[in-house]
């Protein structure tokens, strides 16, 4: 039922009336009464009788006929809700998205749904004979209401004579897979590749993490890879970070699988398409389920293989409670359907890593030979002959051999692309004599510049600082500290007259870029795809993103490296030159384009200071006696760590609690059975638990 609350974070039973006997099935909505109060909720079983002993209510209302939650999905959600010590019902709320009855009732009368689980015989006027004090006909209820807000998923029942159900899945999709895999090329580029696709379409559950080439069309390739599944009757579920993703593998299942094959899941799109297309997937009309996070949840028949695409992005973490992250959500699935998971990416992450020292996983890699024909060449400005060549290269921001590589590429008539980790024109200043970061008087927030002629605007309370002085040497002068995209496009609008000057980030991301000569300045996750690939690509700016104090710094640094790079032409046409020091890791990482080295490098690192994914993590967050609370109600596992307090943001403070792998589910219950006390004691201080938080600090 829609009751957050932890300490009822259970079913309910209820007794069904003989005129709601038909209708009352399995995954439909419902609403109850519940301490007084009208509530919503999900019908989740039909059972003979109930072991409560005491007096059963009624439903109140059968909502829907609709059966919008598949039992699939709500053993998912129980499974997801235990591992992130969560709620039940926070779950169903971001799994099924907000009812549009004119919507459904308009797909209703579209396509008549059949084949749905035949319903318990109508009973006679008079109620059955009781069974232990309840009616045969007693129902078992809980879940979340309609008016919760939701992102995607939830099942039901059956289109009759749809494509896509059982052995007729895709039967227009064309021959078989792995058969027109050619070598060298598409999967057949890859060591394991065609197999790969030869698994899929015999239905068998392969686990595999694949590092795609630079400039591979990796959407085509995914979209082989549910061709090969839809084959074998199976449904396939694909989730991508943004838009821009979602487009790009919309049309490759498009060509690859033809019209009415498959729908696409977007956050953004209306309530009521949004409904509409979730009704298409929940009543199994389309074999093939593609969106962003919310896809996750999505219902589909005879699951076969579940697919995420760069899943190192942190749009994939949801920002709901209880905080899943889409990779875990879609692994569990593929534990708990017995199907195939594809775990995909330039880069690759230490959870993928992890999977593959674990043996869950499988590695879908190209032969190095492959590599070197398809990478770019690659080089850093940092490095001792380059020093020694251009002794400014260690303080230039655009040092002479990122310069030389620019201008060489419009003068081939090719796009270059230049990635910079800031937006905006000057995101922070300092002092233009002695240094001092310039600080807003008011509140100490940093002070940026949105333009040339504009005053200094502090990022935290927006109050602009036009008679701003240094208070340690009093000058009036500011400097940049961190270049935004914006003046970055500025500077290289005069460093190559004449040249076209574009820029894509927040406020303008550009999707195609043609194959004519032109400098892009985007900025990470916004880089647009050019015509035949860049002819060089610049990753300035490097130090912004290396010295963030995160536990992820490293490894979100190759990934939006690789993905920025993964844009170029192949050696000798295309060129990325790294602005940084050819000694680092991520570095020497970038130039072999070994993804697999670092991540099982950073794994190691992790595996050494106790840190995720090599043993699991939760943080508490609240107020201090609210947090020391929660931990002394808390049946800890043995063997458990409390680490902290640390500050967290409004005058609260963050314990965090860590445990090896193998007591996670321990923790997890514990956190969330002391999280039920609390409730039942009507604590007023809230507490906030995230297992596997993506910041710990």
């Not at 499974?79 to 797909?107: F, M, S």
């Not at 990022?459 to 270049?483: F, M």
């Not at 195609?512 to 985007?522: D, G, S």
Request: with cysteine.
């Amino acid at each position: 039922m829609d009751v957050p609350l932890p300490h009822l974070d259970r079913p309910f039973d209820y007794l069904i009336e003989s005129a709601d006997d038909e209708s009352a099935r399995p995954g439909v909505r419902v609403k109850v009464r519940f301490a007084g109060q009208l509530v919503s909720g999900f019908l989740l079983e039909r059972v003979e009788s109930s072991p409560h002993t005491g007096r059963l209510a009624y439903l109140e209302k059968i909502v829907s006929p609709e059966q919008v939650l598949d039992p699939e999905v709500a053993r998912l959600a129980r499974a997801v809700a235990d591992r992130y010590a969560g709620n039940l019902c926070d779950v169903l709320r971001l799994a099924v998205p907000p009812r549009h009855a004119r919507v459904e009732t308009q797909a209703r009368k579209a396509v008549p749904v059949a084949g749905a689980p035949e319903s318990v015989p109508a009973s006679d006027s008079e109620p059955a004979a009781p069974v232990e004090g309840v009616p045969e006909n007693a129902g078992e209820l809980s879940g979340v209401g309609e008016v919760a807000p939701g992102d995607a998923a939830g099942p039901g029942g059956s289109a009759e004579g749809v494509p896509g159900r059982g052995g007729e899945a895709g039967a227009s999709a064309g021959g078989d897979a792995a058969d027109d895999v050619t070598p060298g090329a598409g999967w057949g580029a890859y060591t394991a590749g065609a197999a790969f696709l030869r698994g899929l379409a015999e239905g068998r559950a392969l686990r595999a993490v694949w590092g795609a080439l630079p400039g591979e069309d990796w959407a085509q390739r995914i979209a082989e890879a549910a061709a090969a599944t839809v084959r074998a009757g199976r449904g396939v579920i694909i989730v991508v970070a943004d838009a821009r993703d979602l487009d790009r593998m919309d049309r490759a299942l498009a060509g690859t699988l033809g019209a009415g094959q498959h729908v696409a899941l977007n956050a953004a799109l209306g309530p009521a398409e949004r409904y509409r297309r979730f009704l298409q997937a929940s009543r199994h009309q389309v074999p093939v389920v593609v969106g962003t996070r919310a896809a996750m949840w999505a219902p589909a028949a005879k699951l076969g293989l579940v697919v995420i695409w760069d899943d190192g992005d942190d749009l994939h973490a949801e920002p709901r409670s209880p905080y899943p992250h889409a990779r875990d959500v879609l692994l569990t699935r593929a534990q708990l359907s017995d199907c195939a998971a594809l775990v995909a990416g330039f880069a690759r992450t230490g959870e993928a890593q992890l999977l593959l020292e674990t043996g869950w996983a499988k590695e879908i890699v190209a032969p190095r030979d492959v590599l070197r024909q398809r990478s770019p060449a690659i080089a850093p400005t940092g490095d001792d002959p380059q020093l020694a060549r251009d002794p400014g290269a260690a303080t230039a921001r655009l040092p002479s051999l990122a310069w030389q590589a620019a201008r060489q590429a419009l003068q081939h008539d090719s796009p270059v692309l230049v990635q910079v980790p800031r937006r905006g024109y000057l995101p922070n200043t300092a002092c233009a004599e002695c240094r001092t970061p310039a600080r807003c008087p008011h509140c100490s927030g940093s002070l940026g510049l949105s333009g040339a002629r504009d005053v200094p605007t502090c990022h935290w309370c927006g109050r602009a600082a036009a008679a701003y002085s240094c208070p340690n040497c009093g000058s009036r002068q500011l400097r940049a500290s961190v270049t935004g995209a914006r003046r970055t496009a500025e500077e290289l609008g005069r460093a190559f007259a004449g040249a076209t000057i574009r820029t894509s980030g927040r406020d303008e991301i550009l999707d195609h870029v043609p194959r004519a000569a032109a400098v892009v300045v985007a900025t990470p996750g916004a880089e647009p795809v050019a015509e035949g690939g860049y002819g060089a690509v610049l990753l300035l700016d490097t130090w912004a993103l290396l010295t963030r104090a995160d536990l992820r710094a490293a490894e979100e640094t190759m990934r939006r490296w690789l993905n920025a790079a993964a844009l170029a032409r192949p050696a000798p046409e295309g060129r990325v030159i790294v602005v940084a020091d050819g000694g680092l890791a991520p570095v020497q990482a970038l130039l072999r384009w070994d993804p697999g080295w670092f991540a099982a490098r950073e794994l190691v690192e992790r595996r050494e200071l106790g840190f995720p994914p090599a043993v699991r993590m939760a943080s508490v967050t609240g107020k201090a006696e609210a947090v020391a609370e929660l931990l002394s109600a808390a049946k800890l596992p043995d063997g458990a760590e409390l680490l902290g307090p640390v500050p967290a943001d409004d005058e609260q403070e963050r314990m965090l609690v860590r445990v090896n792998r193998g007591r996670a589910g321990e923790m997890a219950h514990a956190l969330h059975e002391a999280s039920g006390v609390r409730s039942a004691r009507k604590a007023a201080l809230p507490v906030r638990i995230e297992v596997d938080p993506a910041a710990l600090f």
